[in-house]
């Protein structure tokens, strides 16, 4: 189930193993620039292909940060208020490699893994892949719901 | 190798970071998120905001800007160019919105190192500063860095 603009999930309806939702987001070389002007993360190692090889990668990658912060959308979306996410972690496991041209697709899978009634916070798990592989470990949301 | 004796150095809380509507705005496209509470006004105002809400991963904009100190001082011997981002966590007391003024205290938990690769954890605590000087607690970021050694 997906949550339509102006629904608002409600914890008691909620049960573990509901799929919140999944979003594909595109990830251009535009996108890792925009990004490093709005995070203040000028690591060359995401613009730089020259710079990127000459410390062992196979060419620019995409910011953990960006694509962390990218895929939380999804969650913010369907709790209705982006300020209902009180706690969110992440493992950087894998690079994303951003090709030029052309865009990397990151795939991300929200899943309720948790439900705490007392405190009124459901966790979301998101699953984050590209091509096939996961990039981003325990990727965890706690929401507050009412 | 990562100075081990920086482990558990606390760094006194730095120069307010004013946190702007249209830097918001700015991140908040950046990263795709397109809630309208990150861009319009209204529509913070109507979820009991008192002013546009930053997206769940802001907090690292101003987190970094502390961690620098750390990391920038030669003596704590983190080469930059071999560091790979391992793990990020944000913890909010309430959301960052537009208007705050927040200063931020690092703390560097741990410096370990295995072989050539050393792992460093910093985290800020970030408060509001009040119009009294008082300080209500914002968000803890929680920031875990690998250093690849010059043989790895």
Redesign the interface.
Known sequence: MTAQTGTTPVLADLAVGDVIGTRT?ELDRS?LV??A?????F?PIHWNDAYAGS?GLPGVIAH???T???V??L???WAG???A????????TRPVPVPNPGTAAVEVTGTIAAIDAEAGTARVDLAVTFDGQKVLGKVQ?LVRLA | MANPTFAGREYPADSPYSVGREKIREFASAVGAAHPAHHDLVAARGLGYPDLVAPATFAVVVAQRAEAQYIQDPEAAVDFSRVVHAEERFTHHRPIVAGDELVTVLHVDSVTSRGSLSMVTTRCEIFAQGENGGREPVSTVVSTLAIRGEDS
């Open positions: 987001i996108r925009r990004y002007g709005a995070s203040g993360d690591n410390v953990g940060m960006l962390m912060g990218s939380i959308g969650v913010e979306d208020d982006p300020g996410v009180v706690d969110y972690q992440a493992r950087f949301a």
